[in-house]
């Protein structure tokens, strides 16, 4: 994220505790070539299913609180991720590296138009030519809730392929860790401030009761 962007929802939704699955799927079908740098990390569950899978892997965020509970499951799994506090629209810490493969599971739709240009801009300057971009993100069309952090397939195309070349964009689904029944109703009022609406009776849930929703799936490649 962003430095300085912070998380006042009651609960975090993007902190599952446990990777994506939808990155777990990706890893399963695509070849994510070393180094891998994961963008966005959050608390480290994706870059550490990449380690644990034998991936060199290399995890940025903008919040040192979060990167420090990301070093604690890293160390707890074992395995040996490279976490570096550093701002998504410049990556100036990662100056002079050359990534291979690069993943973005709900980064790209916490930024605004003008710091997606800056930020799709410092990945080119930080991986070599011809490295891959995964990146997950929200669609619009979550049923029972509405947020303001969705991405048009439009966007993605204008805004990403003004710096990469596309070569996929398709549909995917996002897991979140709100658990509408485990929500007070002042869980609900705190999300509607935020511009977050959740009607109990029409959200879509997975096995363990969690929201989710439709998000896109684009693949490019570093002109």
């Not at 609960?11 to 070539?33: C, R, Y």
């Not at 029409?202 to 490019?220: F, T």
Request: include cysteine; glycine fraction near 8%.
């Amino acid at each position: 994220m962003v430095a300085g962007a912070e998380a006042p929802y009651p609960k975090v939704p993007w902190d599952i505790g446990e990777p994506q699955p939808a990155v777990v799927e990706l890893e399963q079908t695509v070849d994510f070539h070393d180094p891998v740098l994961d963008a966005g990390c959050g608390p480290g569950d994706n870059a550490i299913m990449l380690a644990l899978r034998g991936r060199r892997v290399t995890a940025f965020d903008s919040s040192p609180a979060v990167l420090g509970i990301a070093r604690e499951r890293a160390a707890t799994a074992g395995v040996d991720v490279e976490f570096v506090e550093a701002d998504a629209t410049r990556l100036e810490e990662l100056a002079g590296r050359r990534f291979a493969t690069v993943l973005d599971s709900a980064l790209y739709h916490c930024l605004g138009d003008d710091e997606r240009h800056r930020y799709l801009a410092a990945l080119r300057r930080v991986t070599r030519p011809g490295a891959q971009l995964h990146l997950v993100c929200w669609a619009a069309g979550t049923p029972g809730v509405q947020q303001p952090m969705v991405v048009s397939e439009d966007n993605l195309r204008a805004i990403v392929g003004a710096h990469w070349d596309i070569r996929e964009v398709r549909r995917t689904s996002l897991t979140t860790a709100v658990v509408p029944d485990a929500l007070s109703d002042e869980d609900i009022a705190d999300f509607r401030r935020l511009g977050v609406t959740i009607d109990r009776e029409r959200v879509a849930v997975d096995d363990q009761g969690r929201i989710v929703g439709p998000g896109w799936y684009l693949h490019a490649v570093r002109r």
